[in-house]
């Protein structure tokens, strides 16, 4: 079962624009979130975490919001550069699980001149 | 090191050979974590280490993955009588402590399984 949802397999955006990526999540018991960036024949970098007490954290181009009556996040970059352009995963942990991530599918981020 | 380092970086081996992945986190990390990433998908969690014990090995697939992490520091992903459902890429992560933010992932094994 998946607890944790992209539905949006890929997104293409322009560069200088924003790009907002959803996630949605089954399991009530996350209670932290994190998205990573994934180039090519790399593994996964981490970009940025929330965790369940706050709602919104920013850092930089990256802010990521957290609707936990929803059970959906979504990650916003702005502006969105060539440089973005990469594989997004949705991670989330619960607290009794070592620091164990469920993750989702991805989204690939094509940002175009 | 500087980073989580992994070997090989590409491994083809003939279905029942068994294999040996290898990782090398960042020195003084204390979690390591094995993920397994089929192709189009995200990273499925296999097994969990904190220092040298395996605390949570519930995402093995089956009992031909054993995973140790002898002296606390360097681990090993072996995978016996391979079958071609295991070929994936085994990412490796570490952190220096528990839910302590984003981990560090290696950039894994692609392990083909022919």
């Known amino acids: 079962d998946q607890q944790v949802k992209q539905n949006s397999p890929s997104l293409s955006v322009q560069e200088g624009r924003i790009s907002i990526l959803n996630c949605d999540y089954t399991n009530s018991m996350f209670d932290y979130f994190l998205w990573y960036k994934k180039y090519p024949a790399e593994g996964p970098t981490f970009l940025i975490s929330i965790s369940s007490i706050k709602d919104k954290n920013e850092d930089g181009r990256f802010t990521v919001f957290l609707n936990k009556s929803a059970k959906h996040l979504s990650l916003h970059i702005v502006p969105s550069q060539p440089g973005d352009s990469a594989v997004y995963f949705c991670?989330?942990?619960?607290?009794?699980?070592?620091?164990?991530?469920?993750f989702g599918a991805g989204t690939q981020v094509v940002v175009t001149p | 090191g500087a980073g989580v380092s992994q070997s090989p970086r590409y491994k083809v081996a003939k279905r029942g050979q068994d294999v040996a992945l290898r990782c090398d986190p960042i020195?003084?990390?204390?979690?390591l974590f094995w993920y397994q990433q089929a192709l189009g998908q995200g990273p499925e969690f296999l097994t969990y280490?904190?220092?040298?014990?395996?605390?949570?090995k519930s995402g093995l697939p089956s009992d031909r993955f054993f995973a140790e992490r002898p002296e606390g520091s360097v681990s090993t992903l072996k995978i016996q009588r391979t079958q071609q459902e295991d070929s994936a890429v085994y990412l490796c992560?570490?952190?220096?402590?528990?839910?302590?933010?984003?981990?560090?992932f290696g950039s894994g094994t692609r392990l083909t399984v022919v």
């Open positions: 992560a570490s952190s220096l402590a528990l839910n302590s933010g984003g981990y560090t």
């Open positions: 020195s003084g990390h204390v979690s």
């Open positions: 991670a989330a942990s619960a607290p009794d699980s070592w620091g164990k991530l469920q």
């Open positions: 280490f904190q220092n040298e014990a395996q605390l949570d």
